[in-house]
């Protein structure tokens, strides 16, 4: 049974830092793309960055680009999502998902073609 086990949210001021892992069980991961989604309450979950399974290419959605920074160790089944530099608008519940295909070229940025998600963890930027 594949899991994904999400740690590393919190409370932080406006420019600080978190750095968010995943650590997954169930699966060879080092086969499959791997991203981060984040959702606040009345909103669809919505992408923001993708590392494909061999760590070569990653993609961001525009509002996290130069902020954010997606990584993964293969040894440990881990994803890990960096961020700085946090604003207010950041504060979501955030989730990592894997891609359903091996070796796929680019990670997609469409919630459909994950087919198995961790459950959450919550991050929120206050002042």
């Known amino acids: 049974q594949v899991q994904l086990i999400e740690s590393g949210g919190g409370l932080v001021q406006p420019g600080g830092s978190l750095r968010l892992s995943c650590v997954g069980s169930?699966?060879?991961?080092?086969?499959?793309?791997m991203a981060w989604f984040r959702q606040t309450p009345g909103n669809e979950r919505e992408f923001v960055a993708g590392?494909?399974?061999?760590?070569?290419?990653?993609i961001y959605t525009d509002f996290v680009k130069g902020r954010f920074t997606i990584s993964r160790d293969d040894a440990y089944n881990t994803v890990y999502l960096q961020m700085n530099s946090l604003k207010p608008e950041d504060t979501a519940l955030y989730y990592c998902?894997?891609?359903?295909?091996?070796?796929?070229?680019?990670?997609?940025?469409?919630?459909?073609?994950?087919?198995?998600w961790g459950q959450g963890t919550q991050v929120t930027v206050y002042s």
């Open positions: 590392i494909t399974w061999n760590g070569g290419l990653t």
């Open positions: 169930g699966r060879v991961f080092s086969l499959y793309a």
């Open positions: 998902a894997v891609d359903q295909e091996v070796y796929r070229a680019v990670p997609a940025k469409g919630p459909e073609v994950y087919d198995f």
